[in-house]
């Protein structure tokens, strides 16, 4: 798969400054042209308007709108008025707000050609030394089931092989969500708002309590340090498919629940994560089942759960191919208002409370701890058809008719491969063959594989095994339609875990989650940040990945690598938690700066898994050289760091993960 063009046009490469050889080789290995250069400027946010003002954008801008610690950001194009209705919700309040755009600094001066200096010769870098297969499937591994290859995580895959690591790994205890405020945001009983309580007042109290940016912080320290790599990386996969967000959810603790529960039935059973997901409150507040009325039932939870959760559209072979070589109807609407009779009679688990009672009369008040209990005055008892041939008898009760609605979804044949080639494609790639998908769907359906699983379909610690074991994953020559473009959170974790940085996560949620699609915790939609389906532009292909990829998020990948070699990342905010900042530590390579074939090979296996294509390491091996102490005799050995980072990361060799 190709990542596609990644820069716009600028002037010559002749003359340019030493500071900007790392812009000029990514335009050489990346399109192989010369003439291109990225520059990145120096970024930062500038006022544009105040509170009632407006203002305009050329093209399409990040702009914000509140003031410091309380923002609305958005992606705007035009003019924009700079008001509360503009911008959907008031962050502020009570508070002059004002609106900033993040641009380009104008007090910065355009570096200036410098004229060409001539370098002595330097000692000739050594050759490429393929690693062995050995090394290179556990990269490949790493990369598949973790946020990020490391050499450590290499070295311990190879010694144990691919089986054995993935059996320590689903062993190991989980590494939890637990930032954020508590219960209490639904157990205020005063007329006044939970944050202009005395005891709560603050600016960050929203943020705190209400918001989903806690949970940003721990899935940041969870991924770039922590030893549970598969659970958090299956979980997260697992977050993609059986979606809520905190764009419409209000309550840290609630949503910080619901992503525990993910963890901890990462390699469960898929019945058993089915059936928490809808007693979960907090997906009875986003898809509008909790309180749901036999008079009038929400179809909303009962089509989801059809159409994203368990058996998708289209009825499916086991390979994942249309039956028939059509899309045919997996239900229809009479079906999905079958589904939601069956799930009606579910209100919030018993804690809640308001200064107004409960409503309706006879639920409970809003509360996110614990599953949702049922009300059987609201729940419908009519017999019912459901999927898989199956039955709901007249009388049921809620409790009841939730178990048949399960079985129901998992005896379908479309649930194994619609849920299987969906963690294929998360986890390894984003074309499978046919024949890929089937036998996940096999081991799906028979809840085992090899020595993983209980043999109860549904398994997803055999589900799991399957995909990253299968030959498609682990041989070491990859199908031309293989791999898949890493999501931006995936990119930014790989390039934190290979520098040997950390991050948590601050950095990551409202800016570049934001400038680069995918703030996690805060998708869209119910259909996540991206469809499965996805189509490649120009191809045959699908890439879920590139519904967030443009030509804009490309260059912000590159901005990426910017802000963490040369801008020096983020240091830590005082308002955050246990703040680290985000950062990495390249000490670990000047000891190879000196051979700059070496260096580049070294962090070449890291992000890559292989040695780059000759040309493109030629290429690079060329500007890594160029530093010597002719150039910079106090830095030239972390100038070659930095510049070999730079350029072996912001490849499409790194950037398309195979």
């Given at each position: 798969?190709r990542?596609g063009n990644m820069?716009?046009?600028?002037?010559?490469?002749?003359?340019r400054?030493?500071?900007?050889?790392?812009?000029?080789l990514v335009?050489?290995v990346l399109i192989?042209a010369?003439?291109?250069?990225l520059a990145?400027?120096?970024?930062?946010?500038?006022?544009?308007?105040?509170?009632?003002?407006?203002?305009?954008t050329?093209g399409l801008?990040s702009?914000?709108?509140?003031v410091?610690?309380?923002?609305v950001?958005?992606?705007?194009?035009?003019?924009?008025?700079?008001?509360?209705a503009?911008?959907?919700r008031d962050?502020?309040?009570g508070?002059?707000?004002?609106?900033?755009?993040y641009?380009?600094?104008?007090?910065?001066?355009?570096?200036?050609?410098?004229?060409?200096?001539a370098i002595a010769?330097?000692p000739?870098?050594?050759?490429?030394?393929?690693?062995d297969?050995?090394?290179?499937?556990a990269a490949?591994?790493?990369?598949q089931?973790?946020f990020?290859n490391?050499?450590?995580?290499?070295?311990?895959i190879?010694?144990?092989?691919?089986?054995r690591?993935?059996?320590?790994?689903?062993?190991?205890?989980?590494?939890r969500y637990?930032s954020?405020?508590n219960?209490?945001?639904?157990?205020?009983?005063?007329?006044t708002?939970y944050?202009?309580?005395p005891?709560?007042a603050?600016?960050?109290?929203w943020?705190?309590?209400?918001?989903?940016?806690?949970?940003?912080?721990?899935?940041y320290?969870?991924?770039t340090?922590r030893?549970d790599?598969?659970?958090q990386r299956?979980?997260?996969?697992?977050?993609?498919i059986?979606?809520?967000?905190g764009?419409d959810?209000?309550g840290?603790?609630?949503?910080?629940?619901?992503q525990?529960?993910?963890l901890?039935?990462?390699?469960?059973?898929?019945?058993q994560?089915?059936?928490?997901?809808?007693?979960?409150p907090?997906?009875?507040?986003?898809?509008n089942n909790?309180n749901?009325d036999?008079a009038?039932p929400?179809?909303?939870?009962?089509?989801?759960?059809?159409?994203l959760f368990?058996?998708?559209?289209?009825?499916?072979?086991?390979d994942?191919?249309?039956?028939g070589?059509?899309?045919?109807?997996t239900?229809?609407?009479?079906?999905?208002?079958?589904?939601?009779?069956?799930?009606?009679g579910?209100?919030?688990?018993?804690?809640?409370?308001t200064?107004?009672?409960?409503?309706p009369?006879?639920?409970n008040?809003?509360f996110?701890?614990g599953?949702m209990?049922?009300?059987?005055a609201?729940?419908?008892?009519?017999?019912?058809?459901?999927?898989?041939?199956?039955s709901?008898?007249?009388?049921l009760?809620?409790?009841a008719?939730?178990?048949?609605v399960?079985?129901?979804l998992?005896?379908h044949?479309?649930?194994?491969?619609?849920?299987g080639k969906?963690?294929?494609?998360?986890?390894?790639?984003?074309?499978?063959?046919?024949a890929?998908?089937?036998?996940?769907s096999?081991?799906?359906?028979a809840?085992?594989?090899?020595?993983?699983?209980t043999?109860?379909?549904?398994?997803?610690?055999?589900t799991?095994?399957?995909?990253?074991l299968?030959?498609?994953?682990?041989?070491t020559?990859v199908?031309?339609?293989?791999?898949?473009?890493?999501?931006?959170?995936l990119?930014?974790t790989s390039?934190?875990?290979?520098?040997?940085?950390?991050?948590d996560?601050?950095?990551?949620?409202w800016?570049?989650g934001?400038?680069?699609r995918e703030?996690?915790?805060?998708p869209p939609?119910?259909?996540?940040f991206y469809?499965p389906?996805?189509?490649?532009?120009?191809t045959?292909?699908v890439g879920?990945?590139f519904?967030?990829?443009?030509?804009?998020?490309a260059?912000?990948r590159?901005?990426f690598?910017?802000y963490l070699?040369?801008?020096?990342?983020s240091t830590?905010v005082t308002?955050v938690?246990?703040?680290?900042g985000?950062k990495i530590?390249?000490s670990?390579?000047t000891?190879?700066?000196?051979?700059?074939?070496k260096?580049?090979d070294r962090?070449?296996?890291i992000?890559?898994?292989?040695?780059l294509p000759?040309a493109?390491?030629?290429?690079?091996?060329k500007?890594?050289?160029w530093?010597?102490?002719?150039?910079?005799?106090?830095?030239?050995?972390?100038?070659?760091?930095k510049t070999?980072?730079?350029?072996?990361?912001?490849?499409?060799?790194?950037?398309v993960?195979?």
């Amino acid at each position: 798969m190709r990542a596609g063009n990644m820069l716009t046009r600028g002037d010559g490469a002749a003359g340019r400054p030493a500071r900007r050889v790392r812009a000029l080789l990514v335009s050489s290995v990346l399109i192989g042209a010369s003439g291109w250069s990225l520059a990145a400027p120096a970024m930062k946010w500038e006022t544009a308007a105040s509170e009632g003002g407006s203002f305009s954008t050329s093209g399409l801008q990040s702009v914000r709108y509140g003031v410091t610690g309380k923002w609305v950001k958005q992606t705007r194009s035009g003019a924009v008025v700079c008001s509360n209705a503009s911008f959907g919700r008031d962050p502020a309040v009570g508070t002059v707000k004002r609106c900033e755009v993040y641009r380009a600094s104008a007090s910065r001066a355009t570096p200036t050609a410098a004229p060409v200096v001539a370098i002595a010769a330097t000692p000739a870098p050594t050759a490429a030394i393929a690693p062995d297969a050995a090394t290179r499937n556990a990269a490949r591994l790493a990369m598949q089931a973790s946020f990020g290859n490391t050499e450590a995580l290499t070295a311990e895959i190879k010694a144990k092989g691919a089986a054995r690591w993935i059996a320590s790994q689903m062993q190991l205890a989980s590494s939890r969500y637990s930032s954020g405020g508590n219960a209490t945001v639904h157990q205020n009983t005063s007329a006044t708002s939970y944050c202009d309580l005395p005891a709560r007042a603050g600016p960050n109290c929203w943020r705190d309590n209400f918001s989903s940016i806690p949970l940003v912080w721990d899935f940041y320290r969870n991924a770039t340090t922590r030893q549970d790599q598969l659970r958090q990386r299956v979980a997260f996969a697992l977050q993609q498919i059986v979606v809520v967000s905190g764009t419409d959810v209000d309550g840290t603790y609630g949503l910080r629940n619901y992503q525990n529960t993910l963890l901890d039935n990462a390699f469960g059973n898929y019945r058993q994560l089915l059936k928490k997901v809808a007693l979960s409150p907090v997906m009875g507040d986003y898809l509008n089942n909790v309180n749901n009325d036999k008079a009038a039932p929400n179809e909303n939870f009962a089509r989801e759960l059809l159409q994203l959760f368990s058996v998708g559209t289209c009825l499916l072979n086991a390979d994942g191919s249309l039956r028939g070589g059509a899309c045919a109807p997996t239900y229809d609407n009479d079906t999905v208002r079958a589904y939601a009779h069956a799930l009606t009679g579910w209100t919030y688990p018993a804690g809640g409370a308001t200064a107004w009672g409960c409503w309706p009369r006879g639920t409970n008040c809003r509360f996110h701890n614990g599953d949702m209990v049922a009300v059987e005055a609201r729940h419908d008892t009519a017999a019912r058809q459901l999927l898989s041939g199956t039955s709901l008898r007249a009388g049921l009760t809620a409790p009841a008719a939730l178990e048949v609605v399960l079985d129901s979804l998992m005896a379908h044949p479309n649930t194994a491969p619609f849920i299987g080639k969906q963690l294929i494609q998360h986890l390894v790639s984003s074309n499978p063959s046919p024949a890929y998908v089937s036998r996940v769907s096999t081991a799906f359906t028979a809840g085992k594989y090899s020595t993983f699983g209980t043999g109860q379909r549904g398994d997803l610690a055999a589900t799991v095994a399957a995909v990253l074991l299968d030959p498609e994953a682990r041989s070491t020559t990859v199908a031309a339609n293989g791999g898949k473009l890493r999501d931006p959170v995936l990119m930014f974790t790989s390039v934190l875990r290979g520098l040997n940085g950390q991050s948590d996560g601050d950095a990551l949620s409202w800016w570049w989650g934001e400038e680069l699609r995918e703030h996690v915790f805060r998708p869209p939609t119910v259909f996540g940040f991206y469809s499965p389906d996805y189509p490649v532009p120009g191809t045959t292909l699908v890439g879920p990945s590139f519904g967030v990829h443009n030509t804009g998020s490309a260059l912000q990948r590159l901005n990426f690598l910017t802000y963490l070699l040369e801008w020096g990342g983020s240091t830590p905010v005082t308002s955050v938690p246990n703040a680290t900042g985000t950062k990495i530590d390249l000490s670990r390579f000047t000891a190879d700066a000196t051979d700059a074939g070496k260096l580049v090979d070294r962090l070449s296996l890291i992000a890559t898994g292989q040695p780059l294509p000759t040309a493109t390491r030629t290429e690079i091996v060329k500007a890594v050289s160029w530093w010597t102490t002719r150039t910079d005799k106090a830095n030239w050995q972390a100038n070659r760091v930095k510049t070999a980072a730079y350029l072996v990361f912001a490849t499409p060799n790194f950037q398309v993960e195979r």
